[in-house]
């Protein structure tokens, strides 16, 4: 099982451009989530899905969109870049049916995204 | 409200010794609880979680945690530190809106260092 993956691992955009990136899953899980980490301010939610075709805002939703169109992807757009969101973005997924602890989040490795 | 809180932002400890850090939550009802770690570069990985039953925790990389209700915490111990455990350590706690979404709250993190 590879996990969580995510791609790419690291952007360089300049303001306004867009891009979108992408994060699978290979353990069947339910939910998804996208974070941003950042020096000082921990994680925090971007999105997250509770099931395919589902998406539902978190924290810090503005200048984002996401579509889970497939169980086991979750895309996060971003549609005109800006500098404030230089960060390091984080996928994670949990819940499949066995588990009895919805919240047990597994994470994938990071994309690093630099906006000039 | 719900809260999780991480009151040290950095420790450092000598490799061989002994280490605490500490995690405090604010819940109506005990709620499960986790620890997650991330290395430099890389994202959280999953280190021990409680539930129910059994109040002192077992995880990964020879980590334990014991959770008091007495004094709402959930603190992370280890008895002897190796220089690979230097990283961020995050204490986690679910965040409910109703029923489950998977969400989780995360503390500030606490950095550790180690030193030789």
């Known amino acids: 099982n590879a996990g969580v993956t995510q791609t790419p691992k690291f952007r360089v955009l300049k303001t306004g451009q867009s891009m979108t990136l992408l994060c699978a899953q290979d353990?069947?899980?339910?939910?998804m989530y996208w974070y941003r980490q950042d020096p000082g301010m921990g994680l925090r939610l971007i999105h997250y899905?509770?099931?395919?075709?589902?998406?539902a805002k978190g924290e810090v939703p503005d200048g984002y969109n996401v579509s889970r169109l497939k169980k086991q992807n979750f895309l996060l757009g971003l549609e005109s870049a800006a500098p404030s969101q230089t960060s390091v973005y984080f996928c994670?997924?949990?819940?499949?049916?066995?588990?009895?602890?919805?919240?047990?989040?597994?994470f994938g490795p990071g994309t690093r995204l630099l906006v000039l | 409200a719900q809260s999780v809180t991480q009151p040290d932002i950095h420790i450092t400890v000598s490799e061989g010794a002994s280490l605490e850090l500490r995690c405090n939550y604010s819940?109506?009802?005990?709620?499960?609880l986790f620890w997650y770690v991330q290395s430099p570069g890389q994202g959280l990985q999953l280190l021990l979680k409680?539930?129910?039953?059994?109040?002192l925790v077992q995880g990964i990389k020879g980590f334990e945690a014991e959770f008091k209700r007495s004094q709402s915490s959930f603190n992370l111990r280890k008895p002897s530190v190796h220089w690979s455990d230097a990283a961020e350590y995050f204490c986690a706690g679910p965040k409910r809106y109703g029923g489950s979404q998977g969400n989780l709250i995360f503390g500030k993190g606490t950095k550790l260092s180690v030193k030789p």
């Open positions: 409680y539930f129910s039953g059994d109040t």
């Open positions: 819940y109506g009802a005990t709620p499960y």
């Open positions: 994670a997924s949990s819940y499949s049916p066995q588990d009895s602890i919805k919240e047990t989040q597994y």
């Open positions: 899905s509770v099931g395919e075709g589902t998406t």
């Open positions: 353990m069947n899980h339910e939910y």
